[in-house]
């Protein structure tokens, strides 16, 4: 009744939803940003943390708004496969032998940990069949390199997103990757079968949302007069927070 531990190599099903543009709507204007990076300029030159320079020591030589890409993919895979199981069933001392499923058992002597007394068992060859799931959130910044998802802002969208990024006044940092690049890396990390697949009823894998997305981001440089030394802050457009890209 042995089963074999060998995967069916079956074609995996596949669903990949369609691409989106997603464009974040600016909550904080250029004057604001200003502010922002006024306010809390000198933090950044901190030493250590607690050695901060004076107020007139910074001077923010400019402000620039940039649209900063992103990549998200969200993706599920299902598993429904059967594993190879021995069972171990204990039976009296007197039993020789049991005739169950068309097949006759017999019994052997087991002994587990030093210490403990030998009991008649018989093994039983079986197949478990097993449900596997595994949910995957992935993002990629505009090198491709793969950030936490919580620090990607979220906020509310433009409406006719290619719209928005075609305005002459808008300047749109590049994408170094293929934006398919995170479709690969994602279904690596997901799609994976467990070590014991046997036969396999059922497998998917399904991108259930797919975006590249553009988040404002004013690029503030800052300038420490006393030693020329230079600061980029990146400010959420979204929420006005220093972010890391």
């Known amino acids: 009744m042995a089963v074999s531990t060998l995967a069916k190599e079956e074609k995996m099903k596949e669903k990949i939803e369609k691409k989106k543009l997603i464009v974040h709507k600016i909550a904080f204007d250029l004057e604001a940003a200003k502010n922002i990076v006024e306010k809390d300029k000198t933090k950044f030159f901190a030493k250590l943390g607690l050695f901060k320079p004076r107020h007139d020591e910074i001077e923010c030589e400019s402000v620039q708004l940039f649209y900063e890409p992103f990549i998200m ?17 204990k039976i009296d001392e007197n039993v020789s032998e049991v005739a169950a499923f068309g097949t006759t058992f017999k019994p052997e002597a087991v002994k ?37 998802p919580a620090k990607l ?26 934006p ?23 497998e998917a894998f399904e991108v259930t949302e797919y975006a590249v997305i553009c988040t404002p981001v004013y690029e503030a440089r800052c300038k420490r007069l006393k030693t020329a030394e230079i600061k980029i802050l990146p400010i959420s457009g979204v929420t006005g927070k220093v972010v890391s890209l």
Request: charged residues 35%.
């Open 153 to 178: 802002p979220s906020g509310p969208t433009e409406p006719e997103p290619e719209k928005t990024l075609e305005k002459d006044s808008i300047k749109t940092r590049d994408l170094k990757i293929s």
């Open 112 to 148: 587990e940990g030093i210490l403990k007394r030998p009991y008649k068992a018989i093994a039983l060859d079986a197949q478990e069949r097993i449900i596997h799931r595994v949910a995957t959130y992935m993002v990629l910044n505009g090198t491709g390199r793969e950030i936490n």
């Open 180 to 202: 398919d690049t995170i479709l690969g890396k994602i279904r690596k990390r997901t799609a994976k079968r467990p070590i014991d697949v046997g036969r396999i009823a059922e």
């Open 73 to 89: 993919a969200k993706a599920n895979y299902f598993l429904d496969y059967y594993k190879k199981k021995t069972y171990t069933i």
